[in-house]
């Protein structure tokens, strides 16, 4: 296992193919923006428990989602004709991150992975404008969404939460209807998931994934602020 110097300049990370059989390449550094940045760019992400080391991973298989693969079934469909909700685009990061990293539904007295420490460097990554966030609104209240990171043609999906009946499908629908006019290439799922798997993810093997990427790397991307389209088709 390779472990990586936070006090260094140099945040390069060895060739993901030297990561374990269950996808862990390195331990330790930061989360500042630049080492971040560049994890993403080489197909690796942090994922670690409150009280451990940062831990970053390239696992093989990677959950994928390509837009024109998304499933929306037809009780989904009914709900996004419904008006039920209302949904933005980065209108309010730190509450999505919050809810994410709070307790879920189905398991009320636990928490998630996500640190203080990852929030405020997802934060970061925000107010430079790689990081993202979909919010799905019942009202004035908050009930959904999810955040990630984009980089040229491609978006890392990090976390998704939900207080309410379809509301993060929700807004994973919405962000990938207009990630998809955009022209951007995938979402990284990171680990398969049943749920994500119902909305058209699938896995790939990693030289797949890096080949996807590399292309996706290649556009210019959008950085800044998002707003949806005024006339997103999503159905």
């Not at 006090?7 to 390449?25: C, I, K, M, Q, T």
């Not at 500042?32 to 451990?52: H, T, V």
């Not at 990427?213 to 088709?233: I, M, N, Q």
């Amino acid at each position: 296992m390779f472990v990586l110097n936070p006090n260094s300049s140099d945040v390069r990370f060895p060739p993901v193919d030297l990561a374990s059989p269950e996808g862990l390449l390195a331990i330790g550094g930061d989360l500042r923006a630049e080492r971040l940045l560049e994890a993403y760019r080489c197909g690796i992400f942090p994922w670690y428990n409150d009280g451990q080391p940062i831990l970053w991973w390239s696992p093989d298989p990677r959950a994928v989602l390509l837009p024109h693969k998304l499933k929306i079934s037809r009780s989904l469909r009914k709900v996004l004709r419904g008006g039920r909700y209302t949904v933005t685009l980065d209108r309010a990061f730190s509450a999505v991150v919050a809810a994410c990293a709070g307790p879920r539904r189905a398991n009320p007295g636990g928490g998630t992975w996500i640190t203080p420490e990852m929030s405020e460097a997802y934060g970061r990554l925000h107010e430079q404008g790689h990081g993202h966030s979909v919010e799905t609104w019942r009202g004035d209240e908050l009930v959904g969404g999810l955040y990630g990171v984009a980089l040229g043609g491609a978006f890392f999906g990090e976390s998704m939460f939900s207080h309410a009946s379809d509301a993060s499908k929700v807004a994973l629908a919405h962000l990938v209807r207009q990630l998809e006019q955009w022209g951007f290439r995938f979402i990284d799922c990171q680990l398969p998931t049943l749920h994500l798997e119902s909305l058209g993810a699938e896995t790939i093997r990693r030289r797949h994934y890096l080949a996807l990427l590399e292309s996706a790397l290649r556009l210019p991307g959008r950085t800044g602020s998002w707003r949806f389209d005024t006339h997103l088709a999503l159905v």
